[in-house]
């Protein structure tokens, strides 16, 4: 499925160049059968764009694959089913947005499977904290934290202390 996941993301046409796309979720995990596949678009800003209208209501797919049936849009994310016309076969895609600011945050919702982003808002909350695909907020100021993170990795040491 590593292979398929690759060569979708190679004919996705934007109508923007995205800072970075990578393959995330159970695909990224390893997963022998996974139900769909994730990516997430790191865009240089979420503060001045509208998501849906700016970077995906225009997006399209290089042959052989055509997207034939979106499912739902919404401001962060996005799913649709893709279609190879050589082997005539159908993947389920989710698209996930996030921004330069929030990416690590991003890519540790969309890489942790259901458990481990269960164990880690948990975590958080034990600290007086809120975890989201943003950041780290403070449950009593609704504040994000100012501790800095320069990786996933770092997130999940801070919540684990």
């Not at 970077?55 to 052989?64: G, H, I, K, V």
């Not at 076969?89 to 269960?118: E, M, P, S, V, W």
Request: aromatic share 12%; hydrophobic share 35%; net charge positive.
């Amino acid at each position: 499925m590593d292979r398929v996941a690759d060569d979708i993301l190679h004919h996705f046409i934007y109508p923007y160049k995205p800072y970075k796309v990578e393959v995330v979720g159970s695909v990224a995990r390893g997963v022998e059968q996974p139900k769909d596949i994730d990516y997430l678009i790191t865009i240089p800003s979420m503060a001045t764009n509208n998501l849906y209208a700016t970077y995906l209501a225009d997006m399209s797919m290089a042959e052989p694959y055509e997207i034939t049936k979106v499912d739902k849009c919404g401001t962060y994310n996005c799913y649709f089913h893709v279609l190879n016309k050589q082997n005539n076969r159908t993947h389920l895609i989710n698209l996930f947005l996030t921004d330069k600011k929030h990416y690590f945050f991003g890519k540790l919702a969309r890489l942790a499977d259901k458990g481990h982003n269960i164990y880690y808002k948990k975590l958080a909350r034990d600290k007086g904290l809120l975890l989201n695909n943003t950041g780290l907020y403070s449950l009593q100021t609704d504040e994000p934290i100012t501790q800095k993170f320069n990786s996933v990795d770092s997130i999940k040491n801070f919540l684990e202390l």
